[in-house]
């Protein structure tokens, strides 16, 4: 069952992804066109699928208690995403890349009906020209709702899926159902992952992504007649994601005979590269049509063969000290607590000794407990980025890693799930931070009451009503059909309310120094206007709650006028500067006469201006202020100044 739950999400990412990805490299894409290739999608799917296989009647000795408590984990699970989302409904979107890059992308998207590349100004330009699969689910959720009320929640989801192909995994390691539901939430609720729940971002879709295509590598599943298609799907989504995400592939490499040992033949292999081919090239083809470069704005070097970026990496300098790679472990935002590490690194030590030798000949427990480690080692040596959201893949592979010498060594399902509540207790207690210790008791306690109510609703229909599965059907129909009633009545309030209600949260949490700048774009310039924005990369919240407004930056540096002909920014840049050096090469040589020409081919009617978020007094300001007759201020306060654009000389 839990595979096929793990499928039946990587079939809707798939369809998600293709609605967007494909309406919109011809410039159709639109909240129609989606839904038309999402159905299309769906029927071809279906018809690859072949027939439906026939489920038998589930009576009261299928639901043994080791299925039981594997029920009770999962609804635990979404309980608690679903009690934290409910708490956050008010909540915009916080987080730096959606403001920066994530959301802008998208509705430059909705804009144009185009997938074209984003100019990510002041910002890394590898989020211009990286795969962007993760916005295309993003666009699926913002393009029918015309805002941001549903994308908030778009890495749910992902992290629901993360939940079932830990068990998967905890289950082909051969530990109990119940233990393998206790480890999937501890991986869900893991701080790691969890802090991402809310976050309109890529980094649980990538995730789940690696973590499938591992799990589609297993000898059983290879031999299934959908293998090949499961693995193309995985695959091919995992290499359409992100650059980043070439960081966590080394750990494929340490799989690849494990479709030769499944016997597979030439037509296997046809079908799953030419899915990944399918899937993730197109990216990469964009690249070397715009410059010639399949992973710029990165240099590419192979066995003496060369490529031109904007730069070449280097390591991060965080990760060449024990100090910082242990700040990024434990004292980041996606750190690990203290007590889990340890429960890992003990877990792995005990995998280690349960696996002997099937470590070795196994590709899948190779990979999981050997190769993520090696791939960590790889990480730690030569990433550009000292961020431990990028080793998000491997984190899942551990929790599941566990689930080894549990098989091997607590023979029983009790005693199994018994010591997998150790580490599921752990990341359920340490999911926040202590001081949120009575928000995690709530959520833990409305889980545990769904749990009750879900036991008991199967076991009153297992032993007593026995119900047809038409009647179940209709019972469930009409339940979804009151409460979207009950929804739809309250919707329209709540959503103006939300939107109303976005600049005054974002200056209470977050952005105390933006958000009246912010909030005076928002109320007072209007909804159709063209917008251009110096000195500061948060280009979301300057948009209308509508997304009709234009927002674009006009570059200053002398003869520089589209976002491709950026100036290469050195041979040797490590992650951390990356953003430093962007920014000093975006103001050196200002020159007011090709800033005012890129104004005028914007269209700009207004100009905003972040006083000193990338350097203090930039050029923008100084060139407004030179010209009253043409820039009238508007709004002015310590973080930024909003102009009226009055006229453009001829």
Known sequence: MTGAICDAFLISFLIEYAAVALPGMVGLFSALSMSVVALATAGFLCIVSGSPRVCERKDATYWSIDRLGLLGCGVFAVGFVG?????????????????????????????????????SWYWNPAASYSPATGMTFMAWLMAPAGCDVFVRF?????????????????????????????????????????????????????????????????????????????????????????????????????????????????????????????????????????????????????????????????????????????????????????????????????????????????????????????????????????????????????????????????KSPARQAALALVPAAVSVATTFHVKFAADIATFASLGVVLVGVSIALVLLQVRILRLSRRWIASAGAAFAALLALVVYVDWHAYVSDYLALRPELWAHYQYPGQGPLWKFAAEQLPADASVAYANTYFVYPLYDPTYRRRVGYAPVRHGLHTFLRLPRMGDRVPGDLIFDVMAADMNSDADRATWMENLRALGATYLVVDKRQIVTNPPELRFARAEPELFQPMYEDEQGVVFRIIHFPH
């Open 83 to 119: 009690a934290y989302a409910w708490l956050e409904r008010w909540a915009p979107p916080m987080a730096t890349d959606s403001l920066v890059y994530h959301l802008p992308t998208v509705i430059q998207w909705m804009q144009s009906g185009r997938l074209g590349i984003y100019p």
């Open 154 to 410: 778009v890495q749910v989801p992902p992290l629901v899926c993360i939940f079932f192909l830990t068990v998967r995994l905890c289950r082909v390691m051969g530990c109990g159902r119940t233990a393998a539901g206790l480890l999937g939430i501890a991986a869900m609720l893991s701080r790691s992952l969890f802090s991402e729940a809310l976050i309109p971002k890529d980094d649980l879709f990538i995730t789940a992504f690696v973590a499938a295509a591992i799990l589609s590598l297993n000898h059983d599943a290879l031999s299934e007649r959908l293998a090949p298609w499961r693995v193309g799907i995985a695959m091919g989504l995992v290499l359409a994601s992100k650059y980043t995400v070439l960081l966590a592939c080394p750990v494929f490499l340490f799989l690849i005979d494990a479709p030769i040992r499944a016997g597979w033949r030439i037509r296997e292999w046809s079908i799953a590269i030419g899915l990944v081919v399918v899937i993730a090239l197109p990216w990469y083809m964009r690249n070397i049509v715009l410059t010639g470069n399949p992973l710029y704005p990165v240099d590419v070097n192979f066995v003496g063969f060369h490529l031109h970026g904007l730069f070449s990496v280097e390591r991060d300098r965080q990760l060449r000290t024990a100090a910082g790679i242990w700040r990024m472990v434990n004292e980041t935002y996606h750190s690990l607590p203290v007590a889990l590490i340890a429960l890992l690194l003990a877990g792995w030590i005990g995998t280690c000794i349960a696996g002997g030798r099937t470590l070795f000949r196994d590709p899948l427990r190779r990979a999981c407990v050997l190769c993520s480690v090696v791939t960590l080692f790889i990480f730690l040596l030569t990433s550009p980025h000292h961020e431990a959201r990028y080793m998000f893949p491997l984190l899942v592979l551990w929790f599941a890693d566990i689930g080894l010498p549990l098989g091997a060594f607590a």
